[in-house]
């Protein structure tokens, strides 16, 4: 790649909050999307050539947000600039640049609210920091709100909850209106909405993964592990991020969840039509993509008639289907209309819908329904990485907090060594791995890089103390972030891994002696 | 000089109470279309009042945020709000037993108000990053605050003011009878400041006190498996396919 290299940033000596360095991260911007790839998500395909055009479509549909999304008219008006905030964003802690403080990341947008939509802005503009909307203006939206993960730690610490993940998805939900899409986001979003999942996989290319796939683990195992798609009348539909079907090490982890079907003798297929759980709508804060995107998985589980839906490892995946899916297709309980109705007296009431494998696997263990070889994991000093979206915006089991629990009970029933890292940096209060929310992309690495610092700190702690060799996981972006991103801070990306991964490698498949 | 604070706190009171009617109303009308509480969340209706309780009364993710801040706005609200109790005295007769009760706590509670204050200033001076995204009007508002406190301890410590008089004015006020307020430079500068408070509330970041309560991070139960969520906009959706 041009211009400099690209170095992580030292580990802070005394873990404090760094001196402001403004605009260290200004440069780091990453491709716009041109017009086709806009256009085919029905966005605008460009800029405007007449700047009052863009600034008043902008300014329109910001004020069509205001209306349909109380967090963001809430969150414009709530926040004190009390500073809680502040120290709390990742990309702040590895980059010292102030506008990645929480606070300061949304009144980029807030300025702009108090300009057009408040008295005090209209009236007296300097006094409560309220500016025009200009094409400079636009264009520190489009830097700075992509370098946020939309990964709610700032919402945590905010006596009011502002979430600043909700005030990026606005801005990005502007920024694409009036045509300035983020390349890597929205071909994403083009290639789900047309071939069914994000690396773009036709139904064919799935097949024959899935076959090599059956092959390896008999080779492996000497079991006939099946890993079946679009089998119709089956009873468990896995939805999965398509990272799941090629990439190290998330591939270890699919193994996992076929041998783990496998071992529990259930019936279960993937779907060619829903290949993807995850759904980037989301991280563009587009209700329609979302919904969408989404849809497929209800059409899926009503064609293939399954009786539950099962979804595999991934971070914002998981919030989607967790918290999203019963709004936005009825997966789910609860619901009085028809159009809900009609898929939930399909699925079983007995179960979550939808299930988080983990949530599935440990279930079964509890039941004693799976037996492991615990020494097969002997080799690997093991920690645990809550993912942001997991941790913060969804939950796992019957109690909050479950989503915390369950992994490490998972973790601890398949392997003797496990060790979490500090305190303040797991649970609700666990970092992003820095590559989240649609900023999993090549052209903003530096970014990446830095974002993973308060991370990668707490990791060498206990690769320092335990000898820890082990990150596991349970988020798709996570496991892509950290295997590209660990070597600048002088790991190996084989210390990656998910934690369906660590299963696979100690379940007894029944063949055992 | 009466006839001046009788019109200024009729302004100021209409101000207040239809600006904040106002916002309180887009915030009810606005629809949160999908479920985000912050996780861990409680999972029922009444496990969130107990959130939100806490959230209010302890200032719980302060708390954990930053310490520092924590123990100067819980110094200036708890102040506050003994000071408005206190102070409720001047409106109601005969007063509540509870008002009463808290008059000598009342007095104190000044000092801590004042002191948060001072406190919460200086941070915006001497930390860096609070520096930085301090506005003039984040400044201003701690002033006017400041003022209205030393004016207060001013009167009730060092030039006193006919409290009884006072009384009968607010009193008058709320009859639509104007009587006649002690002439006292503490005591205008007070009431001055106070009425500034009331009118600029519902056009600044004071909307937090509403706002909190419809922060959808903080209000919503965790429970989106179980029950389904739907906005009005949104459910239109639907009924198109
Ligand atoms: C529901 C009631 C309220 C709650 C839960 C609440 C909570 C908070 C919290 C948590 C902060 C942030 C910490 C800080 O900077 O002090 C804050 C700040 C502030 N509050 Fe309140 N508050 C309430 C009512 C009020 C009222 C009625 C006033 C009006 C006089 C007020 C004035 C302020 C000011 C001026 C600040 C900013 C302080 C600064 O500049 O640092 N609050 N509030
Ligand atoms: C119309 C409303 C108000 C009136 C008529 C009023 C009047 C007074 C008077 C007469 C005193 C002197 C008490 C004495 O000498 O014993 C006083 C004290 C004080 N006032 Fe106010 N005030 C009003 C609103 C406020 C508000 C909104 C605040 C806070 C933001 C405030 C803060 C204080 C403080 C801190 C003191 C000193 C401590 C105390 O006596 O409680 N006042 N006020
Ligand atoms: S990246 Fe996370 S902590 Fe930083 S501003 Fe975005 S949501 Fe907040
Ligand atoms: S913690 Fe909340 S209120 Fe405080 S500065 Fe940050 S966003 Fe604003």
Wanted: contains cysteine; glycine residues 8%; charged residues 20%.
């Amino acid at each position: 790649m041009a211009g400099p290299e690209i170095k992580a940033p030292p580990y802070r000596e005394i873990p404090v909050p760094p001196a402001l360095q403004p605009d260290a991260t200004v440069g780091i911007k990453s491709f716009v999307a041109n017009e086709k790839i806009q256009e085919a998500i029905g966005f605008q395909g460009k800029l405007a050539d007449n700047w009052q055009e863009t600034h008043d479509k902008a300014i329109g549909h910001f004020g069509t947000l205001l209306s349909k999304y109380r967090s963001l008219r809430v969150y414009m008006d709530a926040c004190v600039h009390c500073g809680s905030c502040t120290d709390k964003c990742h990309y702040f802690l590895g980059s010292g640049d102030p506008k990645n403080m929480p606070v300061a990341r949304q009144d980029l947008m807030r300025s702009v609210y108090r300009r057009y939509f408040t008295p005090a802005g209209k009236l007296f503009p300097s006094l409560v920091g309220a500016r025009d909307l200009t094409q400079e203006v636009l264009d520190e939206w489009y830097t700075y709100f992509y370098q946020c993960s939309e990964c709610r730690r700032c919402s945590v610490f905010c006596p009011y909850g502002i979430d600043t993940a909700e005030i990026t998805m606005a801005a990005r939900e502007v920024l694409d209106h009036v045509g300035y899409g983020q390349k890597y986001t929205n071909e994403i979003l083009g290639k789900v909405t047309k071939i069914g999942n994000n690396l773009g996989l036709p139904g064919p290319a799935l097949l024959d993964t899935l076959q090599g796939l059956e092959e390896d683990v008999k080779d492996e195992t000497g079991v006939d592990v099946k890993y079946p798609l679009d089998v119709k009348g089956a009873d468990v539909l896995l939805v999965t991020p398509s990272a799941d079907f090629f990439a190290e090490p998330h591939i270890e982890s699919l193994i996992g969840y076929g041998k783990v079907f496998h071992a529990a003798g259930q019936s279960w297929t993937l779907s060619t039509l829903a290949s993807e759980a995850g759904n980037f709508g989301m991280f563009v804060g587009n209700y329609d993509l979302l919904r969408k995107i989404a849809l497929r998985i209800r059409e899926a589980a009503l064609e293939l008639g399954v009786k539950r839906i099962v979804v595999g490892e991934c971070g914002h995946a998981w919030r989607v289907a967790y918290a999203f899916w019963n709004t936005l297709t009825g997966v789910g309980a609860g619901g009085k209309d028809p159009f809900a109705i009609e898929l939930q007296n399909q699925l079983d009431p007995h179960f979550k819908q939808p299930t988080h494998i983990c949530e599935y696997t440990w279930d079964l263990i509890q039941q004693g329904r799976l037996h492991f070889d615990k020494e097969a994991n002997d080799h690997r000093v093991i920690t645990f990485h809550d993912s942001c979206n997991v941790a913060r915006a969804s939950r796992m089991g019957d109690y909050p907090g479950g989503q915390f629990d369950i992994p490490r009970h998972i973790i601890k029933a398949v392997a003797n060594k496990f060790v979490d890292m500090a305190p303040e940096t797991i649970h609700e209060k666990t970092f992003c791995c820095g590559g989240g929310g649609g900023v999993l992309s090549d052209d903003l690495i530096d970014i990446r890089v830095k974002g993973a610092l308060p991370r990668m700190e707490a990791f060498q702690r206990v690769v320092d103390e335990h000898g820890v060799n082990f990150l596991a996981l349970i988020c798709a972006i996570c496991k892509a972030q950290f295997t590209k991103v660990v070597p600048y801070y002088g790991f190996k990306s084989s210390m990656v891994g998910g934690v369906h991964q660590l299963v696979s490698t100690a379940i007894k498949l029944g063949n055992e002696q | 000089m009466s006839l001046f604070f009788a019109i200024l706190f009729y302004v100021a009171t209409a101000v207040f109470v239809a600006g904040l009617a106002y916002k309180i109303a887009s915030f009810a009308r606005t629809p949160a279309p999908l479920s985000i509480p912050t996780t861990p969340a409680p999972t029922t209706t009444g496990g969130v009042v107990l959130r939100m309780f806490r959230e209010v009364v302890f200032f719980e993710s302060l708390f954990k945020g930053n310490l520092w801040i924590w123990i100067f706005a819980a110094a200036f609200h708890f102040g506050l709000a003994l000071v408005v109790v206190r102070h409720l005295r001047y409106f109601i007769e005969p007063v509540w037993f509870w008002v009463e009760f808290a008059q000598p706590f009342g007095m104190y509670a000044g000092f801590a108000m004042a002191g948060g204050l001072a406190g919460l200033w200086a941070r915006r001076f001497l930390v860096d990053r609070v520096r930085y995204i301090s506005t003039v009007s984040d400044h201003l508002m701690l002033a006017l605050l400041l003022v209205i406190g030393t004016s207060g301890l001013g009167m009730k410590f060092l030039v006193h003011t006919d409290v009884v008089a006072v009384k009968t004015f607010f009193l008058g006020l709320m009859r639509f009878d104007i009587q006649p307020l002690p002439a006292h430079p503490g005591l205008y500068v007070h009431l001055l400041c106070v009425a500034l408070l009331m009118i600029v509330f519902p056009f600044s970041k004071l909307l937090h006190a509403p706002g909190i309560f419809f922060s959808p991070s903080r209000n919503q139960a965790d429970n989106p498996r179980e029950t389904r969520h739907l906005a009005a906009w949104a459910a239109k959706m639907e009924a198109k396919n």
